[in-house]
T-cell receptor, first 113, second 112 residues
Framework: DQQVKQNSPSLSVQEGRISILNCDYT??????FLWYKKYPAEGPTFLIS?????DKNEDGRFTVFLNKSAKHLSLHIVPSQPGDSAVYFC????????????FGGGTRLMVKP | DGGITQSPKYLFRKEGQNVTLSCEQN?????MYWYRQDPGQGLRLIYY???????QKGDIAEGYSVSREKKESFPLTVTSAQKNPTAFYLC???????????FGQGTRLTVV
């Protein structure tokens, strides 16, 4: 049973427009959420995170929104750039479970020039 | 520079042979992890270790073994018992109190 799900395996966006990547989770114990970006044949790199006490966190072009009641989070990239083309993984952890990260299946973002 | 290093980047082995993937970190992190990524799939946890000389099975530990004799090192052995060993293997580390995990560059293992 997948506790973290990214239902869109791929997303295509025009350069300059907004990219919205979605993630749903089922475990109500999760209290920390992260987004990672991954290029082919490389390890994931940390992008942005949000604690369950917040509903929004912003870092430059990247904003993560958390809706605890819906168990849903999203990553917004504005404006999208061709260099943003990568696979994005959503991850969640619970402090009471030793902060183990549970990853979603990933969404491949393609930003077209 | 602090970081986490996996070696080699590409590895080829014959079926039936054991192979060990190296992972070293100089971030002074307590916890280390091994993940496996298959095409079109997310990251699945193989093993993790939160302290030296202790490790726990993840979701897909069968056919793998690990050791944690030093804080900096967490090698993964892919044994001949692993039915589908060809994959991209990722090592990560984190400070126990900090949930952000740092990843190595990965090792692509191909078994022929």
């Amino acid at each position: 049973d997948q506790q973290v799900k990214q239902n869109s395996p791929s997303l295509s966006v025009q350069e300059g427009r907004i990219s919205i990547l979605n993630c749903d989770y089922t475990n109500s114990m999760f209290d920390y959420f992260l987004w990672y970006k991954k290029y082919p044949a490389e390890g994931p790199t940390f992008l942005i995170s949000i604690s369950s006490i917040k509903d929004k966190n912003e870092d430059g072009r990247f904003t993560v929104f958390l809706n605890k009641s819906a168990k849903h989070l999203s990553l917004h990239i504005v404006p999208s750039q061709p260099g943003d083309s990568a696979v994005y993984f959503c991850a969640a952890s619970a402090f009471d479970a030793g902060n183990m990260l549970t990853f979603g299946g990933g969404t491949r973002l393609m930003v077209k020039p | 520079d602090g970081g986490i290093t996996q070696s080699p980047k590409y590895l080829f082995r014959k079926e039936g042979q054991n192979v060990t993937l190296s992972c070293e970190q100089n971030l002074n992190h307590d916890a280390m992890y091994w993940y496996r990524q298959d095409p079109g799939q997310g990251l699945r946890l193989i093993y993790y270790s939160q302290i030296v000389n202790d490790f726990q099975k993840g979701d897909i530990a069968e056919g793998y073994s690990v050791s944690r004799e030093k804080k900096e090192s967490f090698p993964l052995t892919v044994t001949s018992a692993q039915k589908n060993p060809t994959a991209f293997y990722l090592c990560a580390s984190s400070n126990y109190l900090n949930t952000e995990a740092f990843f190595g560059q990965g090792t692509r293992l191909t078994v022929v």
